[in-house]
């Protein structure tokens, strides 16, 4: 699904990526690990298409997303949903519309809408919160809007960039939970975290990045920093 071929990003004063080479297939659950500053979030926005790489290849389903025209990229954005730890939900709406507007960017009919948005939020836990405000939910409740939103097109891939960064241990564990469950029904999940717990308890494949080198991919692994 994802090769990374000889990846680096070198910038004027600093290397993000040496030389990074892997595959992730369809379906899998990769945590991808490593000290601030040791190109996580770089990898993840080259999988965007919203930086580029100084040498090397970056594939979506054997497509060189950085070699794909402008009209053509959007298409293949659309199969990536995204969560971050900054949740990026709007204000003025409520949890039904901040879900309601990325159906609407797709081109969904009001009926999809009306149907679907219900049954995500029911797939977070959060069936009863429907029209509730971002200024009325709790910081782990409006994470699980953010994931609602990101999965509501059904997306091929979930990127979720250090989305418990701001989480106490429970809405950090019930977050992951949803994380899991998302990825039984078949979407490729890479999550980036600095959560040693999170990535022993998981125990699945881990990508250790030290200062832009991948230095570690174990097939099922633990936080080893």
Do not use: C
Not at 13 to 18: T, Y
Not at 94 to 103: C, H, K, T
Not at 189 to 195: A, E, G, Q
Request: charged share 25%.
């Amino acid at each position: 699904m994802i090769y990374f071929d000889k990846v680096s990003k070198k910038y004027p004063n600093s290397v993000a990526l040496q030389d990074i080479t892997f595959s992730i297939e369809s379906g899998e659950f990769v945590s991808i690990v490593g000290h601030s500053g040791a190109g996580k979030t770089t990898l993840l926005k080259m999988i965007l298409a919203e930086d580029n790489p100084t040498s090397g290849k970056v594939f979506f389903d054997s497509q060189d997303v950085h070699a794909l025209s402008k009209r053509a990229l959007p298409k293949i954005r659309r199969r990536i949903g995204s969560v971050f730890q900054d949740v990026r939900l709007l204000p003025n709406k409520n949890a039904y519309e901040n879900i309601a507007f990325l159906m609407e960017v797709a081109g969904r009919t009001d009926q999809e809408i009306a149907s679907d948005v219900p049954h995500v939020l029911d797939l977070v836990g959060l069936g009863d919160k429907i029209w509730s405000f971002p200024h009325e939910l709790s910081g782990g409740e409006r994470q699980r809007i953010a994931i609602a939103r990101a999965i509501i097109n059904q997306p091929d891939l979930l990127i979720a960039d250090e989305p418990t960064g701001n989480l106490d241990p429970i809405n950090t564990a019930e977050i992951i939970e949803i994380f899991k469950k998302i990825n039984s029904i078949g979407t490729t999940v890479i999550l980036t975290t600095h959560n040693k717990k999170i990535v022993d308890n998981l125990g699945k494949r881990v990508l250790t990045l030290d200062h832009g080198v991948l230095s570690r991919d174990d097939k099922s692994g633990k936080y080893a920093i």
